[in-house]
Nanobody, 124 residues
Framework: EVQLVESGGGLVQAGGSLRLSCATS????????IGWFRQAPGKEREGVSC????????????YYADSVKGRFTISRDNAKNTVYLQMNSLNPEDTGVYTC?????????????WGQGTQVTVSS
């Protein structure tokens, strides 16, 4: 069974930091791109960041939404089947439910496996 489990969310003041984790199981982690998405109340889900696999069409490359560039860092630990999202300099606009998803080799492929999400709330 494919599983993605997010953790690390919480309440933080503006300017603070959080590190989200996406622990996965049930599939070959090394050859799947993993993305982070977020959905704020009343808004559509948006892509935040993504990291390619290191195999075949993937090259380990990372991608970020313009709104988080320079503040968020995505990384993967293939030994632990886990992807991390380090979030620094958080602001209230970063508030939302953060969900990780697994796709194909690269971030351009469709994401077909999703976690349940973790809430991030940034107070002003």
């Amino acid at each position: 069974e494919v599983q993605l489990v997010e953790s690390g969310g919480g309440l933080v003041q503006a300017g603070g930091s959080l590190r989200l984790s996406c622990a996965t199981s049930g599939f070959t982690f090394d050859d799947r791109a993993i993305g982070w998405f977020r959905q704020a109340p009343g808004k559509e889900r948006e892509g935040v960041s993504c990291i390619n696999s290191g195999f075949n069409e993937g090259d380990g490359r990372t991608y970020y939404a313009d709104s988080v560039k320079g503040r968020f860092t995505i990384s993967r630990d293939n030994a632990k089947n886990t992807v991390y999202l380090q979030m620094n300099s958080l602001n209230p606009e970063d508030t939302g439910v953060y969900t990780c998803a697994a796709g194909g080799y690269s971030c351009g492929a469709n994401f077909d496996s999703w976690g349940q999400g973790t809430q991030v709330t940034v107070s002003s």
